[in-house]
T-cell receptor, first 114, second 111 residues
Framework: AQSVTQLDSQVPVFEEAPVELRCNYSSSVSVYLFWYVQYPNQGLQLLLKYLSGSTLVKGINGFEAEFNKSQTSFHLRKPSVHISDTAEYFCAVSDRGRDDKIIFGKGTRLHILP | GAGVSQSPSNKVTEKGKDVELRCDPISGHTALYWYRQSLGQGLEFLIYFQGNSAPDKSGLPSDRFSAERTGGSVSTLTIQRTQQEDSAVYLC?????????FGPGTRLTVL
């Protein structure tokens, strides 16, 4: 069965510093991987997704993530964060090739410190 | 419509009452999901509909929870005999092939 682990429930980062939000998954098959973002008092929106091809995926707002099959990871990174990046970030996985249910991690709350 | 819509946006009810939450998915999306998000918690999967297949109900927390999807489109999540621990934001999402698109959610408060 699939599962997603986001090791950090909260990550404080100073403004303009780099950030990495960690995500590890487990699955017995090949997967699709996603990062979603939920800004305060808003719904979830897709940040980026890995379906196939290049393992480095670029998303909105300057975020990127790298798929590492050997480490079963899909960490999210941004070289320089802004106050507006304050949000909760969710990693998710689904089985490749099937419109199967997407499993979400518990989320990581990103706090941007001035 | 352009996105997933949910109604009502807010619902306040008394303990023991039944509630119905509605989700209108994006037209043409074959998959529909319900999640629950409690304060400080992640996304809790509740139920998943895919086309005409039997729904995956493995996430429903108790038999007080049920959901249906009529005509492969609109879905209703019903919570019977609500309890205070049912208070949460209930999110609906739909998808066609890969990523899900989420609705704004229904905030349920059980007094």
């Amino acid at each position: 069965a699939q599962s997603v682990t986001q090791l950090d429930s909260q990550v404080p980062v100073f403004e303009e510093a780099p950030v990495e939000l960690r995500c590890n998954y487990s699955s017995s098959v090949s997967v699709y991987l996603f990062w979603y973002v939920q800004y305060p008092n808003q719904g979830l929106q897709l940040l980026l997704k890995y379906l196939s091809g290049s393992t480095l995926v670029k998303g909105i707002n300057g975020f990127e993530a790298e798929f590492n099959k050997s480490q079963t990871s899909f960490h999210l990174r941004k070289p320089s964060v802004h106050i507006s990046d304050t949000a909760e970030y969710f990693c998710a996985v689904s089985d490749r090739g099937r419109d199967d249910k997407i499993i979400f991690g518990k989320g990581t709350r990103l706090h941007i410190l001035p | 419509g352009a996105g997933v819509s949910q109604s009502p946006s807010n619902k306040v009810t008394e303990k023991g009452k039944d509630v119905e939450l509605r989700c209108d998915p994006i037209s043409g999306h074959t998959a529909l999901y319900w999640y629950r998000q409690s304060l400080g918690q992640g996304l809790e999967f509740l139920i998943y509909f895919q086309g005409n297949s039997a729904p995956d109900k493995s996430g429903l927390p108790s038999d007080r929870f049920s959901a249906e999807r009529t005509g492969g489109s609109v879905s209703t999540l019903t919570i019977q005999r609500t309890q205070q621990e049912d208070s949460a934001v209930y999110l609906c999402a739909s998808s066609f092939s890969t990523a899900q698109f989420f609705g704004p959610g229904t905030r349920l408060t059980v007094l």
